[in-house]
């Protein structure tokens, strides 16, 4: 089962939705968040436009905290005695997350990784916000 959380462009807040009183779910067809309403006796759907559903990426942080996409990481990559570090959000594109470097390279986000899903020793990867609350932090990295 996909683990989301919900953007609410409207309100510029994430929803939490295991404390909602909302029917929230998310339209397996079009991908958008639809709320479910009981009036009438009849169950009724709405496709609402300005929830965005985000999705866990299934690998964590250097703190262990859940990255999703829409997550804004903090890079560092260690190479001998250098040290290199960038911002990137991490996005879906094609099949998978992909994290940009600077030079336009666009990584796989499961690259940082080892087979157990921990963050390789070489590199880092800290969640410093996300493109919704944070988008000032891409800035940061041009």
Same mark, same amino acid.
């Given at each position: 089962?996909?683990?989301?959380?919900?953007?609410?462009?409207?309100?510029? $807040?994430?929803i939490?939705? &295991?404390?909602?009183?909302r %029917?929230?779910?998310?339209?397996? !067809?079009?991908?958008?968040?639809?709320? @479910?309403?009981?009036?009438?006796?009849?169950?009724?759907n709405?496709?609402?436009?300005?929830?965005v559903?985000?999705v866990?990426?299934?690998?964590?942080d250097?703190?262990?905290?859940?990255?999703?996409?829409?997550?804004?990481?903090?890079?560092t $990559?260690?190479?001998?005695? &250098?040290?290199?570090g960038? %911002?990137?959000?991490?996005?879906? !594109?094609?099949?998978?997350y992909?994290? @940009?470097?600077?030079?336009?390279?666009?990584?796989?986000l499961?690259?940082?990784?080892?087979?157990?899903n921990?963050?390789?020793?070489?590199?880092e990867?800290e969640?410093?916000?996300?493109?919704?609350?944070?988008?000032?932090?891409?800035e940061?990295?041009?």
């Amino acid at each position: 089962m996909t683990k989301y959380r919900i953007w609410d462009k409207f309100n510029k $807040e994430f929803i939490d939705l &295991e404390h909602t009183d909302r %029917n929230l779910s998310i339209d397996p !067809i079009s991908g958008k968040v639809m709320e @479910t309403e009981i009036s009438t006796g009849e169950l009724d759907n709405y496709l609402l436009d300005w929830l965005v559903p985000v999705v866990f990426t299934g690998l964590h942080d250097k703190h262990g905290k859940e990255i999703y996409e829409g997550d804004v990481l903090r890079v560092t $990559e260690y190479s001998g005695d &250098e040290l290199f570090g960038y %911002n990137s959000p991490v996005e879906f !594109i094609d099949s998978g997350y992909l994290v @940009t470097e600077p030079n336009g390279t666009q990584v796989p986000l499961a690259c940082f990784h080892n087979q157990d899903n921990a963050v390789n020793p070489l590199i880092e990867i800290e969640i410093t916000g996300n493109i919704y609350e944070n988008p000032e932090l891409l800035e940061e990295s041009e």
